[in-house]
């Protein structure tokens, strides 16, 4: 895949993680020209690896801190930038509660730092990656963007909510920036080609990467967190949605961020599927499409997990003209078709 030398330019932070990886897919598909700004500090050189055999060229890549304003500026000054996606942060959630300042540090001075040379070099849109943990155990499902942000459980989660406040305050105060703040609920699955994926550091915490792991050999047993939560089958409902999804969700909003005011514009939209899915499903639907049995059984719950959440999609169809159009069957074969690769 080419793109023109007049391609917009579009700065990836965390470009070689999971889903910053396969952002750039999607975008050099829609005709963008992406730049990533990784440090690797959770990702390898295989992910940029990976993206040369999809697109069968480089992508420019910088390795860098995002934290590192003489670096990033550097970036801004040489590349003439249309946009910033802004996807490089810690995200584990525990470590975030053992370790709070690593992530206010790496979450939000990072961001405030695009911020500041955002207008300094001219560059007006950002899309930031928000979560759906702003919203903690909502009291009405399916969410919409007005249910109301709860208290963050984790510092991690906290990031994600002063995150946007941040964006807000700063579009708000009229510096030429416009932003769209995505709150994704679970991706899941990989690039159907299995080049890229996610690479869980230790034992994954996230219950798709464990499958997997489990159903590799890797893992023994997957313990399912509870299954007395007041749900169809007793076990925690998510909106999984598949990564390459996800991904084109963001180049949908660039396109839709250039036909907005400067100045005014800050929004935020859910993105996911609109559909609730079981743990116990999840593992029935992985063990249909794979062929593959797993062994797991029923564990006590997992301190601090919601019993239900997934999402109101009617403002990502609206916003966004954009809707998930892979089921969860297509993201469990992708994961499955990402694990064999990884662990061949
Ligand atoms: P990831 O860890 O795979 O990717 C993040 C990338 O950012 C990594 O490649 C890492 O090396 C890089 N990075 C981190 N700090 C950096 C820094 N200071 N300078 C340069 N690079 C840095 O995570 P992901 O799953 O792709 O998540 C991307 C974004 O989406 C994150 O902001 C995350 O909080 C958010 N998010 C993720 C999920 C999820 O379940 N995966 C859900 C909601 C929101
Ligand atoms: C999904 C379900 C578990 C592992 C996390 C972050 C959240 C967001 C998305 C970034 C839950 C169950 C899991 C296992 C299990 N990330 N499970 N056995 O908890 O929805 O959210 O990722 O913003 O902030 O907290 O995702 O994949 O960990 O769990 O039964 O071994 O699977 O209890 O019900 P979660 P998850």
Redesign the pocket.
């Known amino acids: 895949m080419t793109s023109s030398s007049n391609s917009p330019k579009i700065l990836v932070t965390g470009g070689a993680g999971f889903i910053g990886s396969h952002t750039v897919v999607s975008l050099v598909e829609a005709g963008f020209e992406p730049i990533i700004v990784d440090n690797f500090s959770n990702s390898e050189q295989s992910a940029l690896n990976g993206l040369r055999a999809i697109l069968g060229r480089d992508v420019a890549f910088y390795q860098a801190d995002c934290n590192d304003a003489t670096a990033m500026e550097a970036i801004f000054q040489k590349e003439q930038l249309a946009g910033v996606i802004h996807f490089a942060a810690y ?1 584990a ?1 525990g470590e975030s509660v053992a370790k709070p300042l690593m992530y206010y540090r790496n979450n939000l001075d990072s961001l405030m730092l695009l911020l500041e040379l955002m207008p300094k070099y001219g560059v007006k849109d950002l899309v930031f990656s928000s ?3 702003v919203y903690g155990q909502p009291e009405q499902l399916p969410v919409t963007e007005q249910t109301p942000r709860l208290p963050a459980q984790s510092p ?2 906290n990031t ?1 909510a002063i995150s946007e406040d941040i964006i807000r305050d700063v579009v708000h105060a009229k510096v030429a920036i416009r932003a769209l703040a995505l709150r ?1 609920f ?1 991706p899941i699955g990989a690039h159907p080609s299995a080049e890229i994926g996610e690479l869980p550091l230790g034992v994954p ?4 990467p ?1 499958i997997t792991q489990t159903a590799a050999g890797i893992r023994q047993s ?5 299954g007395d939560y007041n749900t169809p089958d007793g ?2 409902v ?1 909106d999984y949605i598949h990564v390459m999804d996800l991904a084109e969700a963001h180049v949908q909003a660039l396109k839709k961020l250039s036909e907005q005011p400067v100045d005014t514009s800050y929004d935020v939209v859910n993105i996911g599927t609109g559909r609730g899915e079981t ?1 116990l499903n999840i593992i029935k639907t992985f063990e249909q499409q794979t062929g593959v049995a797993l062994n797991y059984t029923i564990g006590p719950r ?1 301190p601090g ?2 019993e239900q959440v997934y999402a109101d999609v009617t403002k990502a169809r609206n916003v966004l003209d954009w809707t998930a159009s892979r089921s969860l069957a297509e993201s469990l074969r992708d994961a499955w078709h990402w694990q064999q690769k990884v662990s061949a």
Do not use: E, Q
Not at 205 to 208: C, H, I, M, R, Y
Not at 222 to 226: C, D
């Open positions: 995200k959630v979560s759906c943990t991690y989660g994600k994704y679970n915490a996230n219950l798709v464990f997957l313990t399912v967190h509870g076990t925690c998510r743990v997992r997990d919601i």
